[in-house]
């Protein structure tokens, strides 16, 4: 038996074993594409609540806001990452010196 008939066969059981998820999957994706399909008209309820949010979200958005926020998230990891480090190195110092008898817990 050729290896592609095998890796088939083996699909195949697959399928088998997992029907009952992959049915639940097909489910909850067609009912989930069935919920997105009226966002699409054009006279839908969901187009105008996404375009006032939209407008709303641009108005209070401008550049030196967005720069203002990623500034804040880049100190705010390199800070954390400071401090992961600095407890790293602390801990490590004392276990040395425990391990060694220079200090006693």
Known sequence: MSKVKERF???GNWVKDKKVSLTA???AGLGSASVAFPALAEDSDYV????TLWSSITSELNVSSIVSIIGICIGACLVAVLFWFGIRYV???ISAAVKKGKFSA
Do not use: E, L, M
Request: aromatic share 8%; charged share 15%.
């Open 9 to 11: 066969i083996a699909f």
């Open 25 to 27: 999957a097909a489910a």
């Open 48 to 51: 105008t609540g996404i375009n």
């Open 91 to 93: 801990v490590r110092k």
